[in-house]
């Protein structure tokens, strides 16, 4: 299983903030300590602020923090509202009217898929952002 690149990218953008939580963080700030281009954090947090994972205030004075306190930040939720795809194989897409496979009808791999998928993800629901923390 791999993750996108999105995916990815959310995670270190919501570790920092949790790091970082003292006050506002801007994207400019944030996009050079991730090493992140700035538009692509940009839609990032556009994203990540419309799932109420963090909260954006514009303006001068302006800038991002979490919305809720890490511990309250299941990764599981993170992970399933920025992976766009997880379906892993052709078969797994709803429209299947397009799939070029044979075994299409009777195969095993898509509920071997299945669990796995499902496997993964409850593995994710047993840690909150608290658990990616530095513990100092």
Do not use: W
């Amino acid at each position: 299983m791999q993750l996108s690149k999105f995916s990815d990218y959310s995670f270190r953008a919501l570790i920092y903030l949790a790091e970082n939580n003292h006050g506002l963080n801007t994207i400019e700030h944030m996009a050079s300590e991730l090493k992140i281009s700035q538009n692509h954090l940009k839609k990032i947090i556009h994203k990540l602020s419309k799932g109420k994972f963090i909260e954006s205030f514009k303006g001068r004075d302006g800038g991002i923090r979490l919305a809720k306190e890490p511990q309250n930040i299941p990764l599981s939720e993170v992970l399933l509202y920025t992976e766009v795809n997880t379906d892993f194989v052709e078969c797994l897409k709803h429209n299947m009217q397009h799939v070029n496979c044979p075994y299409q009808t009777a195969c095993n791999l898509k509920a071997i898929i299945h669990r796995a998928k499902d496997s993964f993800i409850q593995e994710f629901q047993k840690y909150s952002l608290q658990d990616l923390l530095q513990q100092s």
